[in-house]
């Protein structure tokens, strides 16, 4: 079984500071993860996806994020926050032994606010 | 490539009246899905085509609830009789499918926002 949590329903910074979503898993083998977001009124766009390659994954917009699976952790980080990323935020979870698409487990959402 | 295609983007209606929301998948993708998004629950699977066939409805909520995909290019979300608590946005995505590069990474549309009163 896998699941995801998304530690932090909601996380406000101010424009020019850094952001960190976390993120933990659970999965029975070797995931893929993925980090979608999703800007008010539109669908979710993919971000970024580790698949059992580079532990430390970029992604559009200077988003990365760093797979650490002592911790069991996906956290999305970026350098400096713009406007434009307030939005909400899905860490996906997927175990690579099923490549259907009915095994992703999204986490609960994380809401990014920037203020200026 | 236009991407995941919804209509309607908004849709009220009155209870009890039927709902259709259709889908256009990416040219090439084999696998597609239905979600559903409220505030409540967050983002549910309703149901995963492959080929055009229905591989698993178990998020489906009820009867009142049906999906097809007539082919590659088209599937159907409807919902009759409708109800207040399907109010929600309903989105459906497309990924290249089982064995396929990228297989895991879905491309959403944009939703359907649905709102029974």
């Known amino acids: 079984a896998q699941s995801v949590t998304q530690l932090d329903s909601h996380v406000s910074v101010s424009e020019g500071t850094p952001v960190l979503l976390r993120c933990n898993y659970s999965?029975?083998?070797?995931?893929?993860l993925f980090w979608y977001v999703q800007h008010p009124n539109k669908g979710l766009q993919l971000l970024l996806k580790y698949t059992s390659a580079a532990t430390l994954v970029k992604g559009i917009n200077g988003f990365e994020a760093e797979f650490k699976k002592s911790e069991t952790s996906f956290h999305l980080t970026k350098p400096s926050a713009h406007m434009s990323d307030a939005a909400e935020y899905f860490c996906v979870v997927s175990d690579v032994l099923n490549n259907a698409g009915n095994m992703l487990t999204f986490g609960g959402g994380t809401r990014l606010m920037v203020k200026p | 490539d236009a991407g995941v295609i919804q209509s309607p983007r908004h849709e009220v209606t009155e209870m009890g009246q039927e709902v259709t929301l259709r889908c256009k998948p990416i040219?090439?993708?084999?696998?597609l899905f239905w979600y559903r998004q409220t505030m409540m629950r967050g983002l549910e699977l309703l149901i995963y085509?492959?080929?055009?066939?229905?591989?698993?409805d178990s998020g489906m909520p009820e009867d009142r609830f049906s999906a097809k995909m007539p082919n590659a290019s088209f599937s159907t979300l409807k919902i009759q009789p409708s109800e207040p608590r399907d109010s929600a946005v309903y989105f459906c995505?497309?990924?290249?499918?089982?064995?396929?590069?990228?297989?895991?990474?879905?491309?959403f549309g944009a939703g359907s926002r649905l709102t029974v009163l």
């Open positions: 085509f492959n080929n055009n066939v229905p591989i698993d």
């Open positions: 995505a497309s990924s290249p499918g089982q064995g396929q590069a990228g297989a895991n990474v879905l491309t």
């Open positions: 999965s029975s083998y070797s995931p893929s």
């Open positions: 040219s090439g993708h084999n696998s």
